[in-house]
């Protein structure tokens, strides 16, 4: 009886780890049969690619932010606002395109410090504040721009959302190729070397029965990745910067004390701040660096858009969130991982892009999507649940 339960919590301590790769296998091969192979073409997988780097890059730190069992309500409106005052400083004002960006991640540096402050220090519900935020930065998003439609925009800000890296050659793209295996090649060595120290420290036995498969996969999706962005228009600025935050924030929540004190406010505030963890300064410094990100968003949805309107961001909060969710980050926090919830954001962009494609209509994109939220919270409670059922028979 004791193995039939004990397999039982593998089987879904396997799907659970899976569930994910599970999902987008299915929902890739259900759109590209209904779209009668639209959907996995070269040109639209590259599009959909730029349409999720917006919330995808949101994510990033979103998902630190619900690690800490907090939230951000706000982001999708802060984004939309940031996006105005960037194209009305640009097309009004002429200023150089270097200088508006600058002042919108000083808007950035406010609405972070703002933010870290009231749920930090004054321990007031991130849930609330981000909540009356949101409709404040709608609220001067409306007044500033008088409803009107404002750009078009160029320079920095149009690369950024729009731009695609210059080849070498000028006659395919290489430039492409060669990112690509050197994220590939820089994955691989991190990786092994990585397992080598910490096997040498005595901190794990070996697994390279588990690493080696692992590796070969996330390689060879890597390289799946490469050769659709090839055979389209190559690398655009807005995914090499999706990659590059994504590496970097990755980094930063594994290796670092800021990234360990994150997790451990997520699992246990009290007694991480027992423990000698300035829990109000941490909470800051996410909030801080979560608004440079949502600012850097901004500026790619600006960028593809060419333009800001009042609707700008509206929901991205919402899709970033359930991103998160659906990439493993934990609603309870504690638990979540930076590239789980960028790969979970994608995953949304694909869903949005395949109904869009089949002409569905907006209601039931809607209910699909809340239907894909609720899935995924059940899965973690359920996960949390069992979880906590097995460690009270231990």
Partial sequence: MTNIVKNKVDIFSLFYKNSLAVETII????????????????????????????????AITMCLVIVTCNADLAAGRFLGMLGMVAALLQVNTKLPSIVVVLIVYAIALVAGLSHGFLIGYMKLPAFIITL????????????????????????????????????????YNDTTLIIGAVVIVVYVALTVTKEKKNIAQGLIEPRWGKVIPKTVVISALAAVVTFILYMHKGFSYAMLILFVLTLIVSYVSNNTKFGRYVYAIGGNSSAAALSGINVSKETMKLYV??????ATA????????????????DGYEFTAITGCVVGGTS??????????????????????????????????????????????????????????RTVQAA
């Fill in 132 to 171: 009356t935020t949101q409709l404040v930065f709608l609220g001067i998003n409306q007044l500033i721009s008088g409803g009107r439609i404002v750009g078009p925009v160029s320079g920095i800000i149009d690369q950024m959302g729009n731009g695609y890296i210059p080849t070498i050659s000028g006659t």
């Fill in 298 to 313: 901004a500026l790619v949805y600006l960028g593809r858009l060419g333009s800001a309107t009042t609707a700008g961001g």
């Fill in 27 to 58: 929902v890739f091969l259900v759109f590209q049969v209904l779209t009668d192979g639209t959907f996995m073409s070269f040109r639209n997988l590259s599009n959909l690619l730029m349409q999720g780097a917006t919330c995808s890059i949101i």
């Fill in 331 to 388: 609603i309870l926090g504690g638990r979540g991982t930076v590239v789980g919830a960028v790969v979970g954001t994608i995953f949304m962009a694909a869903l949005d892009n395949g109904m869009s494609l089949m002409n569905v209509d907006a209601s039931m994109q809607y209910i699909v999507r809340g239907i894909v939220l609720l899935f995924a919270i059940m899965l973690d409670a359920y996960a949390n649940n069992r979880k906590a």
């Fill in 289 to 294: 660096l979560h608004a440079f990100m949502v």
